[in-house]
């Protein structure tokens, strides 16, 4: 037996691991020290050092996932020394991985006659190299094929992707980045569209954008290179979801964004994000073996036996991708369904909302925080070298809530149809029974409807009051009026501020998105306009006034939208609109033409006055109609003409309380 005595151990007998004098030696910090340590001291110096790091299960600024199943840090555990690129020596842990794909390919919809393949990888960031390299190498084939120089690729992507600016610097692509603008915080087909070439490998969206959790349009952008591809350019699509890939599919199992679409070739998505994996584990799929060349695959058989692999590394833990199919297994559809449909529940609380609408179908469920007020949002948010989207897009003053719409090319034309309808049964068969009613003489343009009330209410069924009642509902449907009109045109003003045609202090918008300092100035317009009240004895004459100068301004819009849209059928044939006049050029014309001299009579008729109304003299009449027309045709072109110099403007001023 040995024998043990105290005074071996007296010094530091009373002493916790600090005080034993292995703790009292300086350890270096940036070379390796002489001796050795106990194990237990060196773990308590490690250990201490990262109290300094902050609590994982706090951050609420991650993608990654940051709590974990008691049962998968048992499996870290276990699978700690396997190493990932053996597959021979682990096949269990190899066919673990092979099944993690295949579940993969199935959820997203993988099409059954197709041989699809797919792997592991350290992140989605490594599966996007993998997928944007086997795109590089086909588009690679097809050039040569062609007889085509191969030395210019290029792919279009979203906006604050680093992956992509990776891979375009590692691999020697042009990244042409689709840039963040007001009203447009991601990909659209119109901007995938002016970007893409016969150079172009591929076009990357993100499903799920790191700044505000957006799904870009993946279908959309998909239908517009179908289109395209008529043209003999056709481009393919790698899905980038590294967030959407795991909760799309359980969220919203309708929305197609995966291997639904014949032009999506490959897909990735991150593990360790909503897959809920431990960190380090991510993956990418592809639709067919043929998506993936075979000079890219590497035969390796000094490991024992011949072993194919697509990597950017060769070693690598096991425990991750085991993990995933634990979760696989113990979560199942239900389980990723109830966890991903209680984060979307995250979104009743207020988020950002810098003119795109937020909801389950089109964005990743997380928190976004608004913007403090005083400060300015990220410069990429206003893009004054751009031009603005009505610009480009002869728009009614309605349709600048097109952008809001989930289907606009379905749901806007409903829309404008309904509203027409409705416009149609209110003004033109409400007018019937005051004609019926009221003796021609005795029709007013400003109490018409309420002499008609007063005829059939009061005088026939004695019901005075009930004048007093509809009285009231018609003013309330009048300011109801007032509020919808105010909006539109204001978000159709600030629209041109991404060109510098306004001061930066009418740029200022609260976090609904809604142009405070414009409205103000607008309120103090009107105000100053309606005071010809005052001076005007006659309501009627002051209210047609006024009514003709705004008729005339909107019809002079009218006419330059009706000739913007037959222009820019011929100068921009092919950009991608969410709704197309059908007929090709000749139905422009025809609509277009029809709608142009339509509006042309009306604002000519818009100078003459009734003859009932007594305007005295009417020529001051006309003269206060043209005068009023020529004043407020000339302030916006003053604007115009006293801008800030291009790509000098300051970004959009986002105001209002924080959330």
Same mark, same amino acid.
């Given at each position: 037996?040995?024998?043990?005595?105290?005074?071996?151990?007296?010094?530091?007998?009373?002493?916790?691991?600090?005080?034993?004098?292995?703790?009292?030696?300086?350890?270096?910090?940036?070379?390796?020290?002489?001796?050795?340590?106990?194990?237990?001291?060196?773990?308590?110096?490690?250990?201490?050092?990262?109290?300094?790091?902050?609590?994982?299960?706090?951050?609420?600024?991650?993608?990654?996932?940051?709590?974990?199943?008691?049962?998968?840090?048992?499996?870290?555990?276990?699978?700690?020394?396997?190493?990932?690129?053996?597959?021979?020596?682990?096949?269990?842990?190899?066919?673990?991985?092979?099944? &993690?794909?295949?579940?993969?390919?199935?959820?997203?919809?993988?099409?059954?006659?197709?041989?699809?393949?797919? &792997?592991?990888?350290?992140?989605?960031?490594?599966?996007?190299?993998?997928?944007?390299?086997?795109?590089?190498?086909?588009?690679?084939?097809?050039?040569?094929?062609?007889?085509?120089?191969?030395?210019?690729?290029?792919?279009?992507?979203?906006?604050?992707?680093? &992956?992509?600016?990776?891979?375009?610097?590692?691999?020697?692509?042009?990244?042409?980045?689709?840039?963040?603008?007001?009203?447009?915080?991601?990909?659209?087909?119109?901007?995938?569209?002016?970007?893409?070439?016969?150079?172009?490998?591929?076009?990357?969206?993100?499903?799920?954008?790191?700044?505000?959790?957006?799904?870009?349009?993946?279908?959309?952008?998909?239908?517009?290179?179908?289109?395209?591809?008529?043209?003999?350019?056709?481009?393919?699509?790698?899905?980038?979801?590294?967030?959407?890939?795991?909760?799309?599919?359980?969220?919203?199992?309708?929305?197609?964004?995966?291997?639904?679409?014949?032009?999506?070739?490959?897909?990735?998505?991150?593990?360790?994000?909503?897959?809920?994996?431990?960190?380090?584990?991510?993956?990418?799929?592809?639709?067919?073996?043929?998506?993936?060349?075979?000079?890219?695959?590497?035969? @390796?058989?000094?490991?024992?036996?011949?072993?194919?692999?697509?990597?950017?590394?060769?070693?690598?833990?096991?425990?991750?991708?085991?993990?995933?199919?634990?979760?696989?297994?113990?979560?199942?559809?239900?389980?990723?369904?109830?966890?991903?449909?209680?984060?979307?529940?995250?979104?009743?609380?207020?988020?950002?909302?810098?003119?795109?609408?937020?909801?389950?179908?089109?964005?990743?469920?997380?928190?976004?925080?608004?913007?403090?007020?005083?400060?300015?949002?990220?410069?990429?948010?206003?893009?004054?070298?751009?031009?603005?989207?009505?610009?480009?897009?002869?728009?009614?003053?309605?349709?600048?809530?097109?952008?809001?719409?989930?289907?606009?090319?379905?749901?806007?034309?409903?829309?404008?149809?309904?509203?027409?309808?409705?416009?149609?049964?209110?003004?033109?068969?409400?007018?019937?029974?005051?004609?019926?009613?009221?003796?021609?003489?005795?029709?007013?343009?400003?109490?018409?409807?309420?002499?008609?009330?007063?005829?059939?209410?009061?005088?026939?069924?004695?019901?005075?009051?009930?004048?007093?009642?509809?009285?009231?509902?018609?003013?309330?449907?009048?300011?109801?009026?007032?509020?919808?009109?105010?909006?539109?045109?204001?978000?159709?003003?600030?629209?041109?501020?991404?060109?510098?045609?306004?001061?930066?202090?009418?740029?200022?918008?609260?976090?609904?998105?809604?142009?405070?300092?414009?409205?103000?100035?607008?309120?103090? @317009?009107?105000?100053?306009?309606?005071?010809?009240?005052?001076?005007?004895?006659?309501?009627?004459?002051?209210?047609?006034?006024?009514?003709?100068?705004?008729?005339?301004?909107?019809?002079?819009?009218?006419?330059?939208?009706?000739?913007?849209?037959?222009?820019?059928?011929?100068?921009?044939?092919?950009?991608?609109?969410?709704?197309?006049?059908?007929?090709?050029?000749?139905?422009?014309?025809?609509?277009?033409?029809?709608?142009?001299?339509?509006?042309?009579?009306?604002? @000519?008729?818009?100078?003459?006055?009734?003859?009932?109304?007594?305007?005295?003299?009417?020529?001051?009449? @006309?003269?206060?109609?043209?005068?009023?027309?020529?004043?407020? &045709?000339?302030?916006?072109?003053?604007?115009?003409?006293?801008?800030?110099?291009?790509?000098?403007?300051?970004?959009?001023?986002?105001?209002?309380?924080?959330?």
């Amino acid at each position: 037996m040995a024998l043990h005595r105290r005074d071996d151990i007296r010094s530091v007998l009373d002493a916790d691991i600090y005080g034993t004098h292995a703790a009292n030696v300086a350890v270096p910090k940036y070379r390796l020290g002489p001796d050795e340590l106990r194990p237990d001291v060196a773990h308590a110096l490690v250990r201490d050092e990262l109290f300094l790091d902050g609590n994982s299960r706090q951050n609420l600024a991650t993608f990654c996932q940051t709590w974990l199943d008691e049962e998968v840090h048992q499996l870290m555990d276990v699978s700690i020394d396997k190493n990932m690129i053996d597959k021979d020596e682990y096949p269990a842990t190899a066919e673990l991985e092979s099944r &993690c794909v295949h579940i993969l390919a199935d959820l997203w919809h993988s099409p059954a006659a197709a041989d699809t393949l797919g &792997c592991s990888t350290t992140g989605s960031s490594e599966a996007c190299m993998l997928g944007g390299l086997a795109l590089k190498w086909k588009w690679r084939e097809r050039m040569r094929a062609a007889g085509k120089p191969t030395d210019k690729p290029n792919i279009v992507t979203g906006p604050v992707q680093v &992956c992509w600016h990776k891979f375009a610097r590692y691999f020697d692509v042009e990244l042409r980045e689709i840039p963040l603008e007001r009203h447009r915080l991601g990909m659209t087909p119109e901007e995938v569209l002016k970007r893409v070439d016969a150079n172009t490998i591929a076009v990357m969206p993100t499903f799920g954008v790191t700044f505000t959790c957006q799904y870009e349009p993946v279908a959309d952008v998909a239908l517009a290179l179908d289109r395209l591809a008529l043209d003999k350019l056709d481009i393919p699509m790698h899905v980038d979801a590294a967030s959407g890939g795991f909760t799309a599919p359980f969220v919203t199992p309708d929305l197609a964004w995966d291997f639904r679409i014949p032009r999506v070739r490959s897909i990735n998505a991150s593990g360790h994000k909503y897959g809920l994996a431990p960190l380090g584990v991510g993956w990418v799929v592809w639709r067919d073996r043929a998506d993936l060349p075979e000079e890219l695959i590497f035969n @390796v058989n000094y490991l024992g036996g011949n072993m194919p692999t697509f990597a950017l590394n060769f070693s690598r833990p096991a425990g991750q991708i085991i993990s995933q199919y634990y979760l696989f297994l113990r979560l199942g559809r239900e389980g990723y369904h109830r966890r991903a449909a209680r984060r979307a529940g995250l979104r009743e609380d207020r988020e950002l909302d810098l003119h795109s609408r937020h909801d389950s179908s089109g964005s990743v469920p997380a928190r976004v925080a608004v913007v403090l007020d005083g400060l300015r949002p990220p410069a990429g948010l206003a893009a004054p070298d751009r031009p603005s989207s009505l610009r480009r897009r002869p728009s009614e003053v309605q349709a600048v809530h097109i952008v809001e719409m989930r289907n606009p090319s379905r749901d806007y034309p409903l829309a404008i149809g309904i509203g027409a309808v409705i416009a149609l049964a209110v003004f033109a068969l409400g007018a019937i029974p005051l004609a019926a009613i009221l003796p021609h003489e005795k029709i007013s343009l400003q109490s018409g409807v309420f002499d008609a009330f007063g005829a059939v209410i009061t005088d026939i069924w004695h019901m005075g009051w009930l004048v007093q009642v509809l009285s009231l509902l018609v003013g309330l449907g009048a300011v109801s009026g007032v509020f919808a009109w105010l909006g539109s045109p204001s978000k159709g003003l600030l629209a041109t501020a991404d060109d510098g045609d306004l001061p930066l202090v009418l740029q200022t918008v609260n976090s609904h998105g809604m142009p405070t300092h414009i409205l103000l100035v607008q309120g103090a @317009v009107v105000t100053v306009v309606s005071s010809l009240y005052f001076f005007i004895k006659n309501v009627s004459v002051v209210f047609f006034l006024l009514s003709a100068m705004t008729i005339a301004l909107y019809l002079i819009a009218y006419m330059f939208m009706y000739a913007a849209a037959i222009k820019l059928r011929y100068s921009e044939p092919k950009l991608t609109r969410p709704f197309t006049v059908p007929g090709g050029a000749l139905g422009m014309w025809l609509i277009a033409g029809i709608g142009f001299v339509g509006v042309l009579f009306s604002f @000519v008729v818009a100078f003459f006055p009734p003859d009932q109304l007594p305007v005295g003299s009417p020529e001051l009449y @006309v003269g206060l109609v043209i005068g009023g027309t020529v004043l407020f &045709c000339a302030i916006p072109l003053l604007m115009h003409r006293f801008r800030r110099v291009k790509g000098t403007a300051q970004p959009l001023v986002v105001a209002d309380q924080q959330a």
